[in-house]
Nanobody
Framework: QVQLVESGGGLVQPGGSLRLSCVVS????????MAWYRQAPGKQRELVAV???????NYADSVKDRFTISRDNAKNTVYLQMNSLKPEDTAAYYC?????????WGQGTQVTVSS
């Protein structure tokens, strides 16, 4: 069973930065498309950013030019660098690994943006 473990969440003031990390178990990390999703209370889970196995990236309009997704295949890790954070970025952030019809999720890490 593939395991995903997120870290890096916390409380940050508006305009601040955080970097989320997600470590994935197993030996085929490089083949996964990796993504970050988020879910705020009372809202549906939404896609934040995705990076393919080839390194192509895509972002939700709401985070473009503020967030950057990257991956380190040698460390089985995907990152989400979040800059210029806004209160509306407050949510639980989830890491996702996808390969064909297989989909794996982490347990989530909370990000709270508040003064």
């Amino acid at each position: 069973q593939v395991q995903l473990v997120e870290s890096g969440g916390g409380l940050v003031q508006p305009g601040g930065s955080l970097r989320l990390s997600c470590v994935v178990s197993g030996s085929i990390f490089r083949l996964y498309a990796m993504a970050w999703y988020r879910q705020a209370p009372g809202k549906q889970r939404e896609l934040v950013a995705v990076i393919t196995s080839g390194g192509s990236t895509n972002y939700a309009d709401s985070v473009k030019d503020r967030f950057t997704i990257s991956r380190d295949n040698a460390k089985n890790t995907v990152y989400l660098q979040m800059n210029s954070l806004k209160p509306e970025d407050t949510a639980a952030y989830y890491c996702n690994a996808a390969l064909g019809i297989k989909n794996f999720w982490g347990q989530g890490t909370q990000v709270t943006v508040s003064s």
